[in-house]
C-alpha cells in the first residue's frame, strides 16, 4: 500500500469517526433533554444537540477542505 493510499484511507477514517462522534453526541444530548427535569438540564441537552448537529455538518467538510490536494497543473 502506498503512502499516498495510506494517508487518503486515514483521513477517511478520521472524517468518518467525526461524524459517528457528533452522532453520538447528538444522541446523548436528546436522550439528556428527554429525561430532564430541570429547566438547566434541558438547556444542556439542546446544547449538546447543537454542537453535535455542528459537528455532524461543518466538520467533516472542513477537514476536507484542508485536506483537499492542489490542483494538478
Known sequence: ????T???RNRFLVITLVRVAGTAGALFGL???ARAHVVV???LGIAIVL???YMIAV???ALAHKWRSPPEP
Not at 500500500?1 to 499516498?4: L, P, Q, R, T
Open 1 to 4: 500500500m502506498s503512502n499516498d
Open 6 to 8: 495510506r494517508k487518503a
Open 31 to 33: 436522550l439528556l433533554f
Open 41 to 43: 438540564d434541558k438547556v
Open 51 to 53: 454542537a453535535g448537529l
Open 59 to 61: 466538520v467533516p467538510r
